[in-house]
């Protein structure tokens, strides 16, 4: 099992450029979330899914998008990239009950210059 | 708004000490809390969690203890190793219902372990 796969590891962009962040799971978990980590902070939600084709907002949404048209993946999308965004970036996932943990991506190390 | 907090920043034992790393939330709604130990260059890793019906959980090497009076959470290491050094969180969740999966975490711990 590959667990929580997250592409790319690295990357840096230019102020209003966008990309899209990659996150696949293997491990047909229900829940999937996305978590910015600024340096020296705890993890900040930005959106989370229930299942396909269902996504919410989290604490820090603005400047993002998501979308979740499979069970597998939930790739996270940053439109018009400012200095904000820097932070590196992780994909979770979770079945829909408490008792076994999130399982988290390896994370984006993302810098927009 | 509500969150989570640590007391202590930064936390250096020896190898074979017992660690504590504290911990305080403020939502009292919270009823389902985990720790989280971070690497450098990687993902949290799940520890140990503990849901709000209980005061102390152990698993191997690990305790997470739970004062809900106090709104107060611990992990305790046993035995240290230099492995064990890493940004510990914790995180808090509201159980079931519209909140699930909204994890708030702490700031962070950093735990060094000298041989």
């Known amino acids: 099992n590959a667990g929580v796969t997250q592409t790319p590891k690295f990357r840096i962009l230019k102020i209003g450029q966008s990309m899209t962040l990659q996150c696949t799971q293997d491990?047909?978990?229900?829940?999937m979330y996305w978590y910015r980590q600024d340096p020296g902070m705890g993890l900040k939600l930005i959106y989370y899914s229930v299942g396909a084709g269902i996504t919410d907002k989290g604490e820090v949404p603005n400047g993002y998008n998501v979308s979740r048209s499979t069970t597998e993946d939930f790739p996270l999308r940053l439109e018009l990239a400012a200095p904000s965004q820097t932070s590196v970036y992780f994909c979770?996932?979770?079945?829909?009950?408490?008792?076994?943990?999130?399982?988290f991506g390896s994370g984006t190390r993302l810098t927009v210059v | 708004g509500e969150s989570v907090g640590l007391h202590l920043p930064t936390l250096s034992v020896q190898e074979g000490d017992n660690s504590i790393i504290n911990c305080a939330y403020s939502?009292?709604?919270?009823?389902?809390f985990i720790w989280y130990k971070q690497e450098s260059g990687k993902g949290p890793q799940f520890i140990i969690d503990i849901r709000s019906n209980m005061d102390k959980r152990q698993g191997q090497r690990v305790t997470v203890l739970l004062n809900k009076t106090v709104k107060h959470l611990s992990l305790q290491i046993a035995a240290t190793q230099p492995g064990d050094s890493a940004v510990y969180f914790c995180?808090?969740?509201?159980?079931?219902?519209?909140?699930?999966?909204?994890?708030?975490f702490g700031q962070g711990t950093i735990l060094t372990v000298h041989p």
């Open positions: 491990m047909n978990h229900n829940y």
């Open positions: 979770a996932s979770s079945p829909p009950a408490h008792g076994h943990g999130y399982t």
């Open positions: 939502n009292s709604a919270s009823d389902y």
């Open positions: 995180a808090e969740n509201k159980d079931g219902g519209t909140s699930y999966g909204k994890l708030t």
